[in-house]
């Protein structure tokens, strides 16, 4: 939602960006040829690039 009122994406290019996550840059949208240039340019101060949330695994406590 957030990603279709970015400048020049809309709602099928944010789809698209979506299902080619993840990201390891920015630049990655240029290299997977998920946007043109001229699109990067408009959004890419507007937008960041996060890896996959860490979950906690519970750990065992030893009661012993």
Do not use: H, Y
């Not at 979506?18 to 290299?31: G, M, N, T, Y």
């Amino acid at each position: 939602k957030d990603l279709a009122a970015l400048p020049g994406v809309g709602p099928d290019l944010a789809q698209n960006i979506i299902v080619a996550r993840p990201f390891k840059s920015k630049e990655d949208l240029l290299r997977k040829k998920i946007i043109l240039p001229s699109t990067f340019n408009q959004i890419k101060d507007l937008v960041t690039v996060q890896g996959p949330k860490k979950q906690s695994v519970p750990t065992k406590s030893n009661p012993e």
